[in-house]
């Protein structure tokens, strides 16, 4: 959760988080949800709660969300979102991210072209109903139809990077059941503009490119390993 995205490192920032704190474990307790654990995050902007809940998780992050200042960055089951201000390596670093297990993962090196650099608008974008993180290269000329169809259907948005509705978009396609290859082949039927963009659930990964393919993507594959970089790369060990 974070705690006045647009104003890390500013004045009271430590007692506004743990304000926040506070009252995500009185809503926690409220809704019957056994708080495992709770700690804060190196970067100094969120904590990280593990929970025990068995109801619905969008009433829970809404509910969560409606704290002055607080937003759910990463809420499910299977996947987890890091993010935060500077290089890879930094990042990488602070999060000990190479400690993490798993099957695979997505990432994303953003320069802002189009929208102000915070927390809200970094990627990963993620979805906290259906595990699916989105990571996205490009312009979706339609943003503001398809974020209103969205929000007529109950959704809610933490920026205006159009990033989130595609997640936003497929966890809806997942939502109505859907399989994600099928969702993905809808997104580019209902999405305008040049994007190539990489989505990950819990149990999948995929790519897709608008028809024009005007974004480059590079598949590299071993014995080990298979990644896809946006462009040409030095990889190095």
Known sequence: MLAEPNEVGGFGMDERLERNRAEVEARLAKVGA??????????????????????????????????????????????????????AESVHEQYQLGDLK??????????ATESDVDLARLTPTGRTVRDVSVVHNGQLTNYHEWRRRLERMGHRFQSECDSEIIAVYLAQQLENGLPLETAMKHSLDD????????????????????????????????????????RRWRSGH
């Open 34 to 87: 056994d708080l495992a654990t709770i700690q804060t995050e190196s970067g100094g902007y969120a904590f990280r709660a593990t929970i025990r809940y068995g109801g619905d998780l969008k009433p829970l992050a809404d509910y969560l969300e409606d704290i002055d200042g607080c937003e759910v960055l990463s809420l499910g089951n299977s996947l987890e979102i890091v993010k935060d201000l500077g290089d």
């Open 102 to 111: 798993g099957t695979h993962g997505i990432g994303h090196v953003r320069m």
């Open 191 to 230: 999405f305008d503009g040049v994007f190539t963009y990489l989505v990950a659930t819990g149990n999948e990964l995929g790519v897709a490119k608008d028809e024009m393919a005007a974004k480059p993507l590079v598949l590299m594959e071993t014995d080990d390993l298979v990644v896809w970089p946006p």
